[in-house]
């Protein structure tokens, strides 16, 4: 009697848990099939925004990446340089899992980015290499003299990333035996590389294109650049003592951002007012630009399993819990709900994201692949939460594989818990798999820009993480993280000043200007509160006598005692123009000069940029028009 009393009741768990199991099984693999189903659309979601022949990209340039088709409400219908560089991270990790149909992509990547570095824009040129922090340019490549928030100084970064990422499969294999296909590439990584170890210290505007400051998302990726453009370089003897003597101070630099509890978005913001907590997707998002399936779970590198990025990942997540209408409901913790840019969003009333959903699943999976390689997962007390949130019965203490520890059991859960944030992407996906950006607070309706690219991208990148967890498909290849790397007991803030030449045996004009002038115009003007001061000319790079194209003076240091309104233009050496200044009435009305000043731009020094200051007196209004 005893004997069954005490069997009865274990057997009746062995057989609910036997039962639960396969119930467990049929889910996870449905959820496969439906994932299987989309990934289709999504990469051909991707394809079809490339130029010229892309079904969603027609009028665009060949060889460029548009962020969505949409024209109106948002107009999306540009290259952004960080969307493009995320995607292609991504058709490269497929091409590497066997696509071999997707190397024309990669191919074209690499053509247009060779061009873009070569555009002229707001942020500058490539002579001094500002130019390369632009984040956006029109689809027939040409510059976008808008308003902005720029520079945007992930871009460069995460473009080498992805060159790197192709360049070292390239090197590996053989398949570019001479080395000709990433000797060609390599100008461009170095650029970009350049870039990042002259600029890293300097703010710019964050990933979302709001915040001016430094963002944890760019360093980061800036971190990760110098680190595996570093290794790439000395494979191709070049020189990279630059990038080598930055990475330390960049790594210093991304610990300062960790607050206790979570990674901080944003700090250094110059923007008055600010106020957000910093718990943001750019974190989540940083997780998963860190991965290393090589690495340990290292809380520097914010690896995804790292009891940091665990901890930081529940807060993120939790903040989205009570503030949308459609996760109400949605038992409180250990379910995946829909989550979005930052609880503070409200741009299109600020709603959930597709790719940050997403991303929450994605470095889930990501910490998966890590514990099962290092064979061990330990909870601490910064982690404890999180996991007690997906385990309920958690503990500190490490787990290792295999005996009786509770290994396998918790990471189940994990995957449960990742696997729900997918289920809540699909379930409000629409019945034709379309991605747009985001889906409605209210009711999961579809919102903003349609068939966004990086939409597409992120479904694709999770449903690789995953499948790297649930079978045989194999991980991306390390990016070769230094272990156990030391944070410099002080910060640096350190700058290497670097040279910027076209790449064009990429594909960049022959003709592209590799030696420019800095030109700073001050120019005393009588301004009253609401009036502002342009400057357009004969050329491109000064708006081609176009006002909607003219560009903004600065009135940061214009005083009582100095009137004074600054341009600085980037501009070719030996170039010679014309240009005028105009005022803008807050009307609209426009007043203009009535002669046409000239400039002698002087010809290549030993030193790009060269620099110059040009001191002029405001002489309008003449004529006048309004907008
Ligand atoms: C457009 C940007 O792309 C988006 O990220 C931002 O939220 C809005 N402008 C509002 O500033
Ligand atoms: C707005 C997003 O905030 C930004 O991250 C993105 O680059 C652009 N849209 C284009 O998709």
Redesign the pocket.
Known sequence: MKFQAILAPLAATLFHEASANTFRQRQVDNLTSRIEAETTIALQGVLNNFGPDGSEAPGASAEVLI??PSTENPN?YYT?T??AALTLKMVVDEFLHGKGDLQPYIRSYVKAQAIVQTISNPSGALGSGRGLGE?KYYANLTRFNGDWGRPQRDGPALRATALITYSRYLLSTGIDSDGTEAGNIWPIIQNDLNYVAQYWNQTGFD???EVDGSSFFTTAAQYRALNEGAALGKQLQQEVSAYESQAPNVFCFLQTFWNGNYAVANINVKQSGFSRSGIDANTVLTSIAMFDPGASCDDTLFQPCSSRALANLKQYIDAFRTIYTINQGVSRSGTGVATG?YAEDVYFGGNPWYLTTLAVAEQLYDAIQQWSTVNTITIDDKSLAFWQSVYPSAQTGSHTKGGYSDFTKLTDAVLAFADGFVETALKYTPENGALS?QYSRENGTALS?HH?T?SYASFVTMRAARLAVTSDYGQVPSWGSPSNPKVPTTCTPGSVKGTYKPAVAAGAPSDAPSCTYLITFNLNATTSYGENMYLFGNSSDLGGWRVSDALAGSAADYSDARHLWTFTVELPAGAELEYKFLKKEPSGEVLYEAENRSLAVPDCGDESPGEQTMEEDWNGPVGSETE
Request: net charge negative.
């Open positions: 962020a969505s999306y952004w960080r969307d984040p990933l979302w294109e840019r950006e820009a966004l990086w």
